[in-house]
């Protein structure tokens, strides 16, 4: 199984900051990488697809990153409403592992 | 709108089984493949099972391979997992998701195995 490690588990910072989070495949993904926002008690939501490809309808402060084993995913100017966790998740391997996610929460 | 509703969640006891269904609306149901995932309570996110648009290809993660069951009926728009032989550690909340992308989810389905 392709292991999938996310980093931080856990950030605080403030409105505004720009926020960066870690993911690291345990072998070559081929760029097949979602990014998933879960609110607390809501579905994951599809924020980036193919490493760096935003959802339709997702605001331009989020992007993604990155290549073969290491990705990156920035919140450019953190806002109250991105209050979250984030989690990774790649697709080129069965099982579609997730990384652990890393909650964000605001200073 | 597209969307997609999971339902038959439910208590359970141990050894028990449960059929959950996914009902699919606002797009071409037939042309996707289709995902479940689950979410023990206050843990991550856990990949269960896929289903090719046509059925062809189905995959289990190893920790439900030979106890659950997913399929799929294109003519009625919906996804099932049957889930037999439950343990505790099966209780989740379990969510239907669109496509390798996993780009429309449910609200999810909650099951809960306990005795």
């Known amino acids: 199984d392709i292991q999938m490690t996310q980093s931080p588990s856990s950030l605080s910072a403030s409105v505004g900051d720009r926020v960066t989070i870690t993911c690291q495949a345990s072998?070559?993904?081929?760029?097949?990488l979602n990014w998933y926002q879960q609110k607390p008690g809501k579905a994951p939501k599809l924020l980036i697809y193919?490493?760096?490809n935003l959802e339709t309808g997702v605001p331009s402060r989020f992007s993604g990153s990155g290549s073969g084993t290491d990705f990156t995913f920035t919140i450019s100017s953190l806002q109250p409403e991105d209050i979250a966790t984030y989690y990774c998740?790649?697709?080129?391997?069965?099982?579609?592992?997730f990384g652990q996610g890393t909650k964000v929460e605001i200073k | 709108e597209v969307q997609v509703v999971e339902s038959g969640g439910g208590l359970v006891k141990p050894g028990g089984s449960l059929r959950l269904s996914c009902a699919a609306s606002?797009?071409?149901?037939?042309?996707?493949?289709m995902n479940w995932v689950r979410q023990a309570p206050g843990k991550g996110l856990e990949w269960v099972s896929s289903i090719s648009s046509s059925s062809n290809y189905i995959y289990y993660a190893d920790s439900v391979k030979g106890r659950f069951t997913i399929s799929r009926d294109n003519a009625k728009n919906s996804l099932y997992l049957q889930l037999s032989s439950l343990r505790a550690e099966d209780t989740a909340v379990y969510y239907c998701?669109?496509?390798?992308?996993?780009?429309?989810w449910g609200k999810g389905t909650t099951v809960t195995v306990s005795s």
């Open positions: 606002g797009f071409t149901f037939s042309s996707y493949s």
């Open positions: 998740q790649q697709y080129d391997n069965l099982p579609r592992t």
């Open positions: 998701a669109r496509d390798v992308r996993g780009d429309v």
């Open positions: 072998q070559d993904i081929n760029n097949y």
């Open positions: 193919d490493a760096s």
